[in-house]
């Protein structure tokens, strides 16, 4: 019975303390004397933000608060979204964030339950998406087969195209992911006479990162 309690005490540390999730809950009293952040360089990408600062050398000090707001949304108040737990530590990286998008980020630093007044505001706009496939046409090869041919991508990033299509003007779906970057052909089977397809490509990189729509090819059968 004793050696199942220690084991739950155990899990239980590691979750709280592996995730951040203590702190990531805690609140904090402002306490001006603790050193603040004042320099901090940002290195955008599409899908990630990353930060460095020099070196804390304030021995109170325990770790670095992040808060970021979004800046297309008026009003929207800074929020804590990261948290480096190591005095030593001088990086961190926001993954959650998009494309072609303006963010404020704000940093202080902390000890036991009091954090430093916040640094000056940063924006940071991130990266534009990869520009559309440049090219996409539909040929009928037969009375109901479409064959899709378009220009594969130029980045070298780019390792997939995703196919969407759309009926007679309804909604795009998603129809196939086609993997490689030099492949640059589809053959849709699920046609019918009667109804006009229109198609378009998306070409997506080995990080998930989508770029805009290419132009849409249309086909009446």
């Not at 309804?170 to 089977?189: C, K, N, P, R």
């Amino acid at each position: 019975m004793k050696k199942s309690i220690l084991i739950l005490w155990a899990v239980s540390l590691i979750t709280f303390n592996g995730c951040g999730a203590v702190k990531g809950l805690m609140t904090y009293g402002t306490d001006p004397s603790l050193e603040t952040i004042e320099q901090v360089h940002a290195l955008p990408r599409m899908n990630s933000v990353g930060f460095e600062w020099k070196k804390i050398d304030d021995h109170r000090i325990h770790g670095v608060n992040i808060y970021r707001s979004d800046a297309s949304k008026e009003g929207q108040r800074f929020q804590r979204i990261g948290t480096v737990g190591n005095p030593y530590a001088t990086h961190f990286v926001d993954t959650h964030v998009h494309a072609d998008s303006m963010y404020r980020y704000r940093f202080s630093t902390f000890t036991f339950g009091k954090e430093s007044r916040l640094s000056e505001t940063i924006e940071v706009r991130t990266h534009p998406p990869f520009p559309a496939v440049s090219f996409v046409k539909a040929y009928r090869v037969a009375p109901s087969v479409v064959k899709l041919l378009w220009k594969p991508h130029a980045d070298p990033s780019i390792d997939s195209y995703i196919v969407e299509r759309s009926v007679d003007g309804t909604e795009w779906t998603f129809v196939s992911q086609v993997q490689g970057q030099l492949m640059a052909e589809y053959i849709d089977t699920f046609v019918r006479g009667g109804h006009t397809y229109s198609y378009r490509i998306i070409a997506q990189s080995y990080d998930k990162i989508r770029a805009y729509p290419s132009e849409a090819t249309k086909i009446t059968l």
